[in-house]
C-alpha cells in the first residue's frame, strides 16, 4: 500500500495515457493511385470532413477528390481535377465548405474548385477562381481558420501572400524571407502568421500588413522546420534537428524567444517531422516523411510543457499525412483523432487514435465543442481587425448542427462559363423585350 501510494507521485493522471491506434486494414485503405513524383515542403495529402486530395502522376498536373468514408481500389479509373499546366504542389480545403479545395502549382497560379456532393462524376477541368500573382511555384496553402475565404499561400518567389479568394485577390505580401519558406501556421484566432525558412528563421507575420513581428532561429540544424500553433495557449511548437542531424521538438513562446519553453530529442532518423494538433484534446502528434512511427504528446500550458503519451509503431513509412477534421471521427466509438497516411506503395490508410472507455454513451470529457464549419468574420471584417475565436459545435451526434449559423446557406462561386451563360440569356431576353416594346411602339 505504501509502494503504491509512493508510485501515485510519479504517475501523471491523464484521460489520454492510454490512447491506442490499432494496425490499419487492407480492406479499410484507399489504394491503386499513380502517385505524382513531384517533391516539396507539402504533406502531399490534405482531407475535409468529406473527402481527400491527392495528387496523381499525369499531364496538366492532375490530382483525384476521394470520399473519406467509401475506400477501395480505385486503379487510375476514377475521375481528376485537371486545370493547372503543371505539377500540383499542395492543397487546402476550406474549414467552412467541405465540398471547396484549393490548389497550388507548379505554374505559379491557385485554383479554387467546387466538388459536387457525391464525388466526381466527370474530370472537373475549370476552377470557380485563378488566382495568379506570384513569380514562382506556389508550394503552400492554409486558409485561415476564423475568416471566411482568407488563404495564405508561399512561394517559389520568397514571398507570403495573403488573398481574398471571393474577391480573387493578393490583400498583403511579406517579403521578409530571404530564401525558400518551409512551412506557413496561422494561430488559433486567425491573427498572427508563422513561417520557417530555409535561413534557418522562423518569423510572425501580421498578416494584415505584411509586416514581420518576430524572428528567432528555433533549430540549428539546416533541414526543414515544420511548425503549429499551439491552440488557445499562443505557445508555437518547432520540429527541426540538431546541429547533429538529431530531431527534436521545441515550445516557444512568441512573446520572449530567447530560449525555449521547453525541448524534447526525438531520435536520429533523416525524416522531416509533420506536427499535427488537436486543441480540443490538448495532444500533438508528430510523424516522419519516410517513417512508419506515429509519437503522441499531451500539451500544458505550464512546466513542463509536453508529456510523451506513446507512439504508434508500423513497417510501412510514410510519404505524407494529414488531419481529419474531428466532426468527421466516430465520436461513439471514442476516435479521438484521425490521421490519413500516404503511403508510397500501399495507397492511403486511416490510422484512428482511440480512447478506451467501457461506456456507450456520450463522452463529454474527451469530446468538448469543436471547430464548426462556419467563420466568425468576413475577410472585411478581419481586415478591418476584428479578431475572434473559432466557432465552436457540440459532437454529440445527439446536437448534430446545433452550431450557430450551421443551416445558414453556404456562399454559392459560380464559374466563368456560367456566368457567360447567364450573360447570353440575359442578352437575349433583353433583346426579345425590347423588340415586342418598339413592336407596340412604346418609347423606352
Known sequence: FFFLRIMSHFVRASKFRHVYSDPPKPENSWTGFRLATTTGEQCYIKASAKYFAIAVSGGGGPFVVCDINKPGRFDGQQFKVQGHSSSVLDFEWNPFDDNMVASASDDSTIKLWQIPDGGLTANLTEPLVDMRGHGRKVTLLRYNPTAANVLASCSGDMTVKIWDVEKAEALTTFTGNQELTQDIVWDYKGDLLAASCKDKNTRVVDPRTGAEAAAFQPHEGSKSVKLTYLGASGKLATVGFTRQSQRELKIWD???????????????????????????????????KGDGNVRYYEFVDNDPWAFSLSEFRSTTSCKGMCMVPKRANNIMGCETMKLLKLTPNDGVQALSFIVPRKSDAFQDDIFPDSNAPVAAHTSDEWMAGSSKDPVKMSLDPANAGSAPGSNAPKKTFRTVSTLSKELDEAQKRIEYLESKLKGASIEY
Open 254 to 288: 512568441p512573446r520572449n524567444t530567447a530560449t525555449p519553453l521547453s525541448r524534447v530529442d526525438i531520435d536520429q532518423a533523416a525524416g522531416v517531422i509533420m506536427p499535427f494538433y488537436d486543441p480540443d484534446t490538448n495532444m500533438l502528434f508528430l510523424t516522419g
